[in-house]
């Protein structure tokens, strides 16, 4: 089944606060995670990354918080614009060997109102 | 440099027929993977090729196979459709460095109907 999975299929927020948007996993032999973003008619975008041997990276308006603890990890926007609003996915790299191979979650739709 | 290139778009098959989609991955990038997307199942592994071999390979049916050609560029063919084929497949390319922590990128895909 599905180890990597997402708590909330949609995420409504309003243009200018923060989102958060959350991914467990359940392989605790993952060592690298990524974030990607699918806007409509595209396929995923490159966000953020991190590697497990940290705990939060930063981009801009963009932070990545990784929970070995408990197998979470988190997205944060800050500042939400419209130009936000897609789906969002966190994915695995399981360490096969193979790096190209990730394993994604289902999904959370991030909708920004005005 | 361009990205990654997926024709065609769009494609209308019926059940039993077989399809052939294209991947022109990004220039450099020797690694080429495959993944299916649907509403239910979200995105999932379907194959990886490298020097035009195979390296990885998803669950999914042998009627799902694959090719890379010297050039990286790589076609993906499903035969004998059905409807549960019906999926966005997308391709992504890589540099393929040999690091754990190389990032995927992306085409926009290929919208597959099975009717």
């Known amino acids: 089944g599905e180890s990597v999975g997402l708590h909330l299929p949609t995420l409504s927020v309003q243009e200018g606060d923060n989102s958060i948007i959350n991914c467990a996993y359940s392989n605790s032999a993952s060592d690298y995670f990524i974030w990607y973003k699918q806007e409509s008619g595209k396929g995923p975008q490159f966000i953020i990354d991190i590697r497990s041997n940290m705990d939060k990276r930063q981009g801009q308006r963009v932070t990545v918080l990784l929970n070995k603890t408990v197998k979470h990890l988190s997205l944060q926007i800050a500042a939400t614009q419209p130009g936000d609003s897609a789906v969002y996915f966190c994915a695995e790299n399981r360490n096969t060997g193979t790096a190209s191979k990730l394993t994604f979650g289902t999904g959370t739709r991030l909708q920004v109102t005005l | 440099k361009a990205g990654v290139t997926q024709t065609p778009r769009y494609l209308i098959k019926t059940r039993g027929q077989q399809v052939t989609l294209s991947c022109s991955p990004i220039?450099?990038?020797?690694?080429v993977s495959w993944y299916q997307q649907t509403p239910g199942q979200g995105l999932q592994f379907l194959f990886e090729?490298?020097?035009?071999?195979?390296?990885n390979k998803g669950n999914f049916p042998g009627r799902f196979s694959g090719r890379q050609f010297s050039n990286s560029r790589s076609e993906m063919n499903v035969s004998t459709l059905e409807l549960g084929d019906s999926a966005l497949y997308l391709c992504?390319?890589?540099?393929?460095?040999?690091?754990?922590?190389?990032?995927?990128?992306f085409g926009s895909g290929t919208q597959l109907s099975v009717l």
């Open positions: 992504a390319s890589s540099p393929w460095t040999g690091a754990t922590n190389e990032k995927l990128f």
């Open positions: 090729y490298f020097s035009e071999t195979q390296r």
């Open positions: 220039s450099g990038h020797r690694s």
